[in-house]
């Protein structure tokens, strides 16, 4: 239903935005234009405005929706043991760096390993922790505190969902981590193009 829904909204977007922008320009700097048809253009460009933001939150949902099945999917997949079913993630790439003739040996990065399925990292930082953990040594007093936490966790299972549900944008591809840091890292836009900065001037007016 909310796909046939958006389908009939990306119809109407274009329906309403080009007669309305039509219609006050016809208005304002029309000699013969009736009076008020710049204030019903105006109004149809509202109404645009009002479906593309019904649009968007459509768009959300349904983006929603999709990562959700996927995810039950693949947690069903897990269960079964069927590794058709669980493909690798955007960020299983960073594992690369982990791995060695002894993870090969244990099965423990790739097709049907052991990281493939324990992983639901859905940012490069998270995967690259776990595969950490995977890999290198850790003192007893570390080993107790992380069991305690999964068997918290393991009894909430509620919160695990809210907490997937929470990362939707970074597994939708839409942000990262590491992108943001990054930017944040560089030097900025105008430091390297510093002639262009009196144009930052102009922006608010």
């Not at 909310?2 to 990306?10: I, T, Y």
């Not at 299983?92 to 099965?107: G, I, K, P, W, Y």
Request: glycine letters at 6%; charged letters at 25%.
């Amino acid at each position: 239903l909310r796909q046939k829904r958006f389908a009939s909204l990306q119809i109407a977007r274009p329906a309403m935005a080009i007669p309305g922008m039509l219609l006050i320009g016809y208005g304002i700097f029309g000699s013969a234009a009736p009076k008020g048809a710049w204030i019903l253009g105006l109004l149809l460009v509202t109404i645009f405005l009002a479906i593309a933001t019904w649009q968007e939150i459509l768009q959300w949902q349904l983006d929603w929706n999709r990562e959700s099945r996927k995810f039950y999917r693949r947690l069903v997949a897990r269960c079964l043991r069927h590794w058709n079913d669980l493909p690798p993630l955007r960020s299983e790439s960073v594992t690369e760096s982990f791995r060695s003739e002894l993870s090969e040996d244990l099965d423990l990065f790739g097709d049907r390993s052991l990281y493939r399925w324990l992983s639901l990292a859905a940012t490069e930082s998270g995967a690259r922790q776990l595969a950490s953990w995977m890999t290198r040594g850790e003192d007893g007093a570390a080993l107790i505190e992380r069991q305690r936490a999964v068997q918290f966790l393991a009894e909430d299972r509620d919160w695990r969902i809210r907490f997937w549900d929470a990362s939707h944008a970074f597994r939708s591809g839409n942000s990262q981590l590491e992108s943001i840091r990054k930017w944040s890292d560089n030097d900025g836009f105008f430091v390297k193009y510093h002639w262009l900065r009196f144009a930052t001037w102009f922006g608010p007016c």
